[in-house]
């Protein structure tokens, strides 16, 4: 495929719009009744057991997948990241987050160097800073060891820290590494301060010992940073580094396979093909989380994050407009909120493809008095349960030899034919958790690949930007100087004309200052 | 309008479809520059101020909207719901959670009886319990006074509690109220139990003095419950009463206006209609809801409950098939979050209509170092801001003239044209979040209504209950008598299968029971 010509006018991509009707003339409670179709849409890899036979496809949307995986130049693309290529060309960078966690042997070149050596400088770094930190070597201003952490996160950085730190909650060895040990993951300031940055010679400056501070580099996107430095320090600070270099075990073994496996074999590659079967030819916008473990409370909004902000784009990485549209609507919660919530609109509103995410092993599963399975059966009763009624439904018929009421009939038919997948982790250790993390990342890139975009940049947070900064000058120009607001049409003119009088008394100097913490 | 005709069969709903043309064919940029067309999309009530001025419509969209309101019997069916008929009809019943926070004086009949009085008799129990605990004259097992509350919730019903509570988290009255205190809304059993529910008799058997079990009505859906003792009872003990009533009689100052105001100057009846218009006409799936304010981050998880479960719909009330879509994905995050997670997508990939929340003022703002406004100012820069950036976007020639190289043009083009509307609160007092709370819960009603849906029943988790109930045999089965899985597809069998073998070292009998609190 020449550079500038866009995925929706390859032959794959045709072959799969044809094939389109084949699909839509088949309900899924006929797909599942295949076995050997079930049989080959299942895929276990390091303990991870994935099963997407309930996706709206056949053995051969697959090969025409594989097909358009083929015109895309996916293998080449996938190469190119690995090798530090500088993949995100608007921005003219690599994308290197493989990087973070590559084994200390590993060779990452990129621009000519091995960049391994210094992810794990800064690695040891870390180690050895949070184990200082840990057994009470380092201390405070006060003489005392520290027990409380405040990670204070710039932007979309902290959602991936905060989805670790959380999934961590129910882990044995994590558990017992943190006791007495206290991490948030605010916006805020702290007294007591290291830094992570790209910018050493700046966090000399703001007045850091160069000594506390620790490097990533500009080959990290910020969504894609909670295995730089951003994550690792906060993590190893409450974890201690042995579980930290046990969740970056667990995405890099993720890496591997997804370079390496064969593409009909291979987890992010069959996932990213899949969401573009189910966004771009089944016309299907959003995309549905759902995690059965409250540990996996914030996996959905970093993974909102991570595939947002990364396939939200309206231009090939060429800058060609797409005559598609890319990227979904990710959203989601713990399934056990999810079916209290929004579960009525996917099983009787819209179609919304559902990733099921469910764990083998709970930290201590307890029975509750009168109930015939623990807790943790019971709850992944529900992981087991849902993807069938999604796919099957139930018809008038069934409803109709049950007795169901006449005029109830409609309301309790459920369409069925409704497409997940379902992923079983063996727990939620670090080393698990760090495989769902890496899944998703490379899913994301996949589909991106596929798409044509640059999924690395974010120029599309630009514009808010630019104008926040002009109705900032504007709110300092009239607290200060009761400058009339200038500039802006008349719909803001009178809304921020409303709003500075209504909160005129708040002071216009800055004699307010932070209070310390 | 017969009660069997579809809405899209009305001659409005077809007026509507015509007019999209001149709609798609007007960039909101030439929208905003009509002043008139502006002056007259913005609203006040009751402090409160909305700006929907920046939706893709007219004046003329907005008349023929008013009409499609009319064809749908819009009034008759928000007085009947006020009257207390049972609307709900597939469940034979009423839908009255607006007596849940009318005023003492008020009637609101529920066949043939008044419901005010037996709503205040509960609340002043609630005042009266909460006052002893508060005041220590309630004391616990050991004869100390209690501070801690955990509020033990069921299903969705703990997801508006958790809003409520987090919202309150910068008003100074409530922090002032709950000083010393600590609420917690986590699905757990407690030891000192009240309950709330709606058979006292079953509370009772249970083993609850009837003296502390607060009564709720069946008239009262679960994501309709928060103002009623399912949430009151909780907040009620935790910022005491009055804080409580303010909160119910913002709720009931925005019922009143809903029942009696015109629909043109009507905030959730014109909240309802353009979202109607957007998701039935303009085809947009989804909303975001961005309120810029991090004491709000539980507002749009518990509005995904209450529109998703409440419009998730495929029939109409009286079980004919849609034709169309109803029901929007409501997802968001506080603005701070979003804006570097999902703007990327909203901004220059996938059109979806955006709530801006902005509050005016803010508990205590702050001047930074080196920062020309406060803290608060700086956020609601960006409120401004986002709605101007999606509605104008940018063009290449802005982007030439601002020398922008060749090859990043169309990457930082913004095509604009995205619809947002504007919320502005006075503060987050308790009778401001009650204000909110009870915008958007009548809006998804104006919205169930238009589509003729019952928006007040959840058939749609049935079926996957049902299903879950025949896993939790099996696990049973097979994990007690070494039952193999039978009845299932192979999928799910094979999976079952997985998960058993895996997790076999897991005691069969109940013999790990539940940990004391």
Redesign the interface.
């Known amino acids: 495929m020449a550079s500038s010509t866009l995925i929706c006018e390859t032959q794959p991509w045709k072959d799969l719009k044809a094939h389109l009707d084949d699909i839509k003339n088949t309900h899924l409670r006929n797909l ?2 295949d ?1 050997d179709r ?2 080959s ?2 895929l276990e890899f390091d303990n991870l ?1 994935l ?1 997407y ?2 996706q709206c496809a056949t053995t051969d949307t697959i090969d025409k997948l594989l097909k358009l995986a083929e015109a895309a130049r996916l293998k080449e693309k996938i190469t190119s990241m690995f090798n530090g290529e500088r993949i995100n060309s ?1 921005e003219n960078r690599p994308v290197l987050h493989v990087a973070l966690r590559a084994s200390r042997d590993a060779v990452i070149q990129s621009d000519g160097t091995n960049v391994v050596p210094e992810v794990w400088k800064v690695l040891d770094k870390i180690r050895d800073f949070s184990e200082r930190v840990r057994t009470g070597a380092w201390v405070g201003a006060t003489g005392k060891a520290l027990t409380n952490v405040i990670a204070v996160g710039i ?3 902290f ?1 991936g820290p905060l989805f670790v730190h959380t999934a961590l909650q129910t882990d044995a060895e994590a558990i017992e590494s943190a006791a007495g040990r206290n991490l948030r993951l605010p ?1 805020a300031v702290a007294k007591h301060m290291v830094a992570v940055s790209t910018n050493l010679t700046l966090v000399e400056k703001f007045g850091i010992d160069p000594e506390n501070a620790f490097a990533f580099w500009d080959w990290v996107g ?2 894609y940073s909670v295995c730089s430095a951003v994550g690792v320090l906060p993590l190893s600070l409450q974890y201690g580094f042995p579980v930290v270099e046990k969740f970056l075990k667990g995405a890099s073994s993720i890496d591997q396979h997804f370079s390496s496996a064969p593409f009909e074999k291979n987890i992010p590659v069959l996932l990213g093909l899949l969401s573009v079967w189910n966004v771009s030819f089944l016309g299907y ?2 995309r549905a989380i759902l995690p059965y473990s409250q540990a996996l409370e914030k996996f959905a ?1 970093h993974i ?2 991570v595939s ?8 090939s990485i060429e ?3 797409l005559p598609f ?3 979904e ?3 989601g ?1 713990p399934g ?2 999810g ?12 179609v ?1 493809p559902c990733d099921f995410i ?1 764990v ?2 709970s930290q ?6 009168g ?4 807790n ?3 709850l ?3 992981f ?6 999604l796919a099957y ?2 018809t008038a018929e069934q409803l109709l030899n049950e007795n169901v009421a006449q ?9 069925g034919n409704r497409p997940s997948l ?1 992923l ?1 982790l ?1 727990s939620l250790s670090a080393y698990n958790v760090g495989q769902l993390l890496a899944i998703y990342e490379h899913r994301v890139a996949v589909e991106g690949f596929i798409w044509g975009i ?1 999924s690395f ?9 630019s ?7 504007q ?2 120009a009239s ?2 100087k009761k400058e009339p607001v200038e500039g ?5 003119t ?3 004309t ?2 500075l009088e ?2 005129k008394d ?2 216009a ?7 310390n913490m």
Chains 1, 2 share one sequence.
């Not at 947002?308 to 231009?315: A, D, F, I, L, P």
């Not at 201590?364 to 008095?369: A, D, H, I, R, T």
């Not at 802006?488 to 803001?492: A, K, L, M, P, V």
Request: net charge positive; hydrophobic share 30%.
């Open positions: 599942m009744s076995t079930c049989k849409m299942m057991f099963d036979s309930r608007t932007g979309g950085s959602l916006e910020g969504r916008p959003a909004p909102q994050q947002m902000e990364s396939n939200g784009k309206g231009v800058g060609v407009p549209e890319a990227g609507i990710d959203f919660e056990t909120n079916q209290h919530s929004f579960y009525q609109l996917i099983h009787q509103g819209r919304i469910g083998v092993k201590q599963p307890v029975y509750l008095k109930e015939v399975v623990n943790h059966d019971e992944m009763s529900n087991f349960a849902q993807p069938d009624a439904g139930k005029h109830l009939i409609s309301h309790k038919t459920f369409s379902s079983l063996p640059n940049d974010q120029w599309g947070v630009e514009l808010g930007k104008l926040a900064s002009q109705v900032r000058k709110l300092h607290r200060k802006f049409n008349f719909s803001t009178t809304m921020l409303k709003y209504a909160s708040v002071p100097d800055p004699s307010t200052h932070l209070p």
